[in-house]
């Protein structure tokens, strides 16, 4: 009797066993998009930004406007996000939700673009719907201004592609993108203001708005007008028309260019003056005109522009 | 013989989002026999700032970073006859994440939901008693009920990592075998099923314990494991920010003892971890209560 009763308590203990087993089916299994980009540490805040940017429930499932029901994303590190001053998940917060959304469309596509497929010239419509290009400078390969440093990593509803610069496209005209900054669109502080009042005072607004027009623009920052002596966006309108059309247009050539497009060391500007640029050195150049001693550099660089490329930098390029 | 009477010991229950279920079954493989039962009060805390995602195990809480889970519970059982006991359970839970106040201004969250959750109540009833003399075999059935007792909402989105609970009434079954000897040491295995009356998915549970009870001490070991029969993953297919509706996956072990120290009145403590899971923190918690048998 008491032989049964130790052997019907074995089996009881053993058929629990097998059913108390541990949860390990799983460990083979593919995370999504939005998995891979929570599960690597660098990409913690392009985490943030897809919570804040309300994308974290698309990049989990299938893309519904592709066969393959997939995305490719070019995403971008930690580092790419802290050049522009996003450090950590918190900064975020200085960017308006809607253009945070917009930005991560932008790194997204539909089906799987692997890097076979890559090469320099193609494009690649973006989710966002503006296209991106692609670039071969040396050995490496860009997307707009930013090189793919990680390529092919395969996700349960698509592609991933680590980049190091953030991509940001407008959608719209360099005049209408400055604006965009200007009235806290972009930032929830206001940005460009003595520049959009340049542009307006010195009447080059239907030029750059042109939609057949294609520039490269360097977009001073208000703290750049400052370092050049505007005190106030009323200092700008004050200004002589000519004498700031004379200055807007050292700040653009003709051609718009990513950053790892621009090969030369010198260019002429619009205006008929000339910029010298630095080696392309991680992503980026400096620019220095003759009126200024200590070259510039980029603060924002490679904004996509409907109507060509610009790059924010920190002192006004005076001629 | 070890009496019928001697035991018990208390369940904590806590219920959190990417986190738990119950920490471990308040259904116990001991009857209290008529008229006679107990109140506890318990304080526990379990924290984890790793998420078991797909397909590993992943460090930091999504927004939160990590998150704090303590709860202080009543856990009552009172023998309706020698073969029914009621059980109840009722806890008052605190959730706390830890997410920077600048995040949580960006993304409208708050780091803390605290609140009485949601109230459990046990029929159990034990029809069949086998006694091999050095040794006894019981079989217990229990039906459970949990549902919401205090006006807590369900919280949407990202906040829903951070909450008292998601107002699913679930009905819960159980059958059990306990297996003891006369010196003390026993096993018991169970298995539960929960039926959740929201999106909440269903789920099944199993525990097995080994133990030794005596007059003056008791200690026990646990395994428990709980598989959910639907639900989406996190970050997969399905999920849309919103946590309660994920598929919630564990193994988990755990301890508990238990004393007397002065005459009806008796100290428990334990402490689980998680070994293995699917949507859920990888949490360690401990509890310790007072127990009053009568």
Redesign the interface.
Known sequence: MKNITIKNAFFAAALMLTIVSCDSEYKDETPSIAGIAVANPNFSTLEGAAVQGGVVGVLSNSNPNDPSGHYTVFAPTNDAFARLGLINTGTLGGLQNGFLTNTLLYHVSNGDLLASQISNGGTSKSALGPNRRFISRGNDLYINGSKIILTNVNASNGTVHAIDKVMIATGVDIVQSAILLQTAKVFKAPELTFLVAAVVKSGLAPVLADPNANFTIYAPTDAAFKLAGFKTVQDVSNAPAEVLAQVLLNHAIAGGKFTSEQTSTTVVTAGGGSLTYSPFLNGTFTIKSGGITKPANMVIPDIQCSNGIVHVIDQVLIP | MIKKQLLFILAVTTFGYVNTAHSQSPISGFMQGKGKGNVSLSFSSEKYDEVY????K???V??FNETKITSTSIYATYGISNQVDVVLVLPYVTAKGNA????L???DLQNERKGFQDASVFIKYSPFYFD????S?RLIGALGLKTPLGNYKVEEG?QSIIAIGNRSTTVSTTGM?M?KTNSGIF?S?Q?AGNYASNNVPNSYA???KIGFAAKSFYGDAF???Q?STGGVD????????FFPITKV???KIGLNLYTPIYKELGVSVGASTL????NIGNSTGYYGGLVYKF
């Open positions: 995602f797909i397909p590993e992943v460090q930091g999504p927004v920077t106040p600048e995040v201004m960006n993304l091999f003399g050095s040794s075999l990202f075998a297996y096993a295995a298995l199993t525990e097995l395994i428990a494991n598989k996190i970050f997969g297919p399905g999920f849309t920010g996956n564990y193994t070994v293995a899971g699917r």
